[in-house]
């Protein structure tokens, strides 16, 4: 029977709670954001998904073009990867596993520790991947706001915690709001006894982390990626670091190969070009500073202090979706939010500085 026809009749097969999931808003490319099928690289500037703007490590490109096997399938345990973190880390190899972005291994740990009901605790806003993932897996989603700093409310996040708790979420430095989370509230929320993952994707923009306390709490993951730092968010890598006995558990269920061998190769050359990336990252630092006393020179817009490498502001005189789709047909590509907690906000990623010169100079001409 056609779907077409009847698509009630197909539905009544599916999981009810993925028939009712909202799916979750992706970035998409230039060609996609400009309309262009074409494939042509002309004009935009795309400062909506925290990417690289200076794109990897010449190493990288020099490394996919000369490798030869690609018909073969990668290494299942990624050891030449595994042990270039364990110096990069500072951790043990045996504790961290790589996976497709740390988008799959968010989706590893919810596998193994939630059961239908289950509740997750979410500091909001954050990262939307963390609640589609938790519904995606059926389980419930308990949201605690955050202050008016946008730091996590300890207290609060204790109180809802319940019997039917598996797993808080912490993102350090948070996206979209840029703020850390001390060390100090990461090991009180340790002591409620519930997996506390911290994901730090934007942690080379910042330098601090609580990574090391891993080996020493059954209950702290910790998620990084290399999409940010290394401009690898097309080839998809990231890696999570995981107690003694809960990666016994994700070497059990992760996909055998889900690593590709591009996406290795790549990882290992920028650990092994490691100078040139921190040089990267410190220009997008330096910029980040810049783009944010230019931002505050705007009186329709309060910027908050970041310490990854994005912006969030407020548009406090004006309409920001007026801003955002003015930027917009003039092909500069912003992040809009007109959420709880986020009403009439703009998230920019840092770029190079003449990216930075264009969209002031944009945002100049178009007001509050």
């Known amino acids: 029977m056609s779907s077409s026809k009847n698509p009630g009749e197909i539905e009544k097969l599916m999981q009810p709670h993925l028939v009712r999931l909202k799916g979750y808003t992706p970035i998409f490319p230039l060609e996609v954001l400009r309309g262009d099928t074409s494939g042509s690289d002309r004009g935009g500037i795309k400062l909506d998904g925290n990417e690289n703007p200076y794109g990897c490590s010449p190493r990288v490109r020099q ?36 996976g497709s972005g740390s988008d799959e291994l968010i989706d590893l740990v919810l596998r193994l520790f939630l059961a239908p009901g289950d509740e997750v605790v979410n500091c909001i806003p954050t990262f939307g991947m963390y609640q589609f993932n938790v519904e995606l897996c059926g389980g419930k989603v308990v949201r605690v ?34 703020n850390l989370m001390s060390e100090e509230k990461v ?31 059954e209950n702290l993951i910790v998620l990084r990626t290399f999409s940010k730092w290394a401009g690898l968010a097309g080839l998809r890598v990231g890696y999570g670091v995981f107690p003694s006995k809960v990666v016994e558990y994700i070497w059990k269920i992760k996909q055998p190969y889900n690593v590709n061998a591009a996406a ?105």
Do not use: M, W
């Not at 050891?79 to 596993?97: C, D, T």
């Not at 934007?202 to 306390?213: A, I, M, N, Q, T």
């Open 63 to 98: 490394a996919l073009a000369s490798f030869h096997n690609y018909h073969i399938y990668p290494d299942p345990e990624h050891r030449r990867l595994r042990e270039a973190l364990q110096a990069y880390v500072g951790v043990s190899a045996e504790h961290i596993v790589a």
């Open 145 to 178: 706001a955050r202050d008016e700093a946008y730091d996590v409310d300890v207290s609060a996040v204790k109180e809802a915690v319940g019997k039917r708790t598996k797993l808080i979420f912490i993102s350090s430095p948070n996206n979209p709001t840029g």
């Open 187 to 217: 090991l009180e929320l340790l002591d409620t006894g519930k997996i506390v993952l911290v994901d730090e994707a934007y942690h080379e923009f910042c330098g601090k982390s609580v990574v090391g306390f891993v080996p020493k709490y």
């Open 264 to 368: 290795q190769v790549a990882a290992l050359e920028s650990l092994a070009d490691i100078e040139h990336l921190r040089a990267v990252v410190q220009a997008i630092v330096t910029e980040r500073e810049r783009l944010f006393q230019r931002l505050g020179e705007l009186e329709f817009l309060r910027p908050y202090p970041s310490q990854a490498n994005f912006i969030l502001c407020k548009v406090v005189v004006g309409d920001a979706r007026r801003i955002y789709t003015g930027l917009r047909e003039r092909g500069i590509f912003v992040r809009y939010f007109d959420a709880p907690l986020l009403t009439d906000c703009l998230r920019i990623s840092v770029g190079k500085p003449e990216h930075t010169d264009a969209l002031i100079k944009t945002l100049k001409e178009l007001g509050g």
